[in-house]
T-cell receptor, first 113, second 113 residues
Framework: ETGVTQSPTHLIKTRGQQVTLRCSSQSGHNTVSWYQQALGQGPQFIFQYYREEENGRGNFPPRFSGLQFPNYSSELNVNALELDDSALYLC????????????FGSGTQLSVL | LAKTTQPISMDSYEGQEVNITCSHNNIATNDYITWYQQFPSQGPRFIIQGYKTKVTNEVASLFIPADRKSSTLSLPRVSLSDTAVYYCLVGDFGGNQGGKLIFGQGTELSVKP
């Protein structure tokens, strides 16, 4: 059984650019959640995808968007990058949207200059 | 989701038992208590979950008093590899809410030789 994998592991962008982060969910999981973790803080919920549909969103602006594919992998897209978007972006999968036992990947470290 | 309060940091020595207490005074009847562990440069990892009394698994024990307004995560005989941030989360994660975890700042545990 493969765990949650994220790519890339590190990324450097400049303000105003767009970025796409990718996540492969754990085998058998149909739900993917994305979190943003600033340095020294706990992860903050961005949104969740369940069977290719957005299933809830945290307090993030519309320039944060996502997709989930038929194989349940997912993408997080961020447009018009701002300096404050610099953070660790974590993807987590679960066996169902009602399951709070999440399996997290190691994250993508995004730096916006 | 109920707000939680836990110590910012704790120090311990190898071989000691460590108890991390979390306060959640406004916990609701349907809320469960869940703990996650996070190592540097990794995503959080599910440790344990409980509703009342005591829960034990191969990693930790969770003690919840009758009024459920607090909980204590107990790590027996810690080692250096238990140095991590520990998050206490409280919420009704069933139904549609499973992946929408609300993380606080967590407790940074430092285990010394």
């Amino acid at each position: 059984e493969t765990g949650v994998t994220q790519s890339p592991t590190h990324l450097i962008k400049t303000r105003g650019q767009q970025v796409t982060l990718r996540c492969s969910s754990q085998s058998g999981h149909n739900t993917v959640s994305w979190y943003q973790q600033a340095l020294g803080q706990g992860p903050q919920f961005i949104f969740q995808y369940y069977r290719e549909e957005e299933n809830g969103r945290g307090n993030f602006p519309p320039r944060f968007s996502g997709l989930q594919f038929p194989n349940y992998s997912s993408e997080l897209n961020v447009n018009a990058l701002e300096l404050d978007d610099s953070a660790l972006y974590l993807c987590a999968s679960s066996s169902d949207r009602g399951n709070e036992k999440l399996f997290f990947g190691s994250g993508t470290q995004l730096s916006v200059l | 989701l109920a707000k939680t309060t836990q110590p910012i940091s704790m120090d311990s020595y190898e071989g000691q038992e460590v108890n991390i207490t979390c306060s959640h005074n406004n916990i609701a009847t349907n809320d469960y208590i869940t703990w996650y562990q996070q190592f540097p440069s990794q995503g959080p990892r599910f440790i344990i979950q409980g509703y009342k009394t005591k829960v034990t698994n191969e990693v930790a024990s969770l003690f919840i008093p009758a009024d459920r307004k607090s909980s204590t995560l107990s790590l027996p005989r810690v080692s250096l590899s238990d140095t991590a941030v520990y998050y206490c989360l409280v919420g009704d994660f069933g139904g549609n809410q499973g992946g929408k975890l609300i993380f606080g700042q967590g407790t940074e545990l430092s285990v010394k030789p």
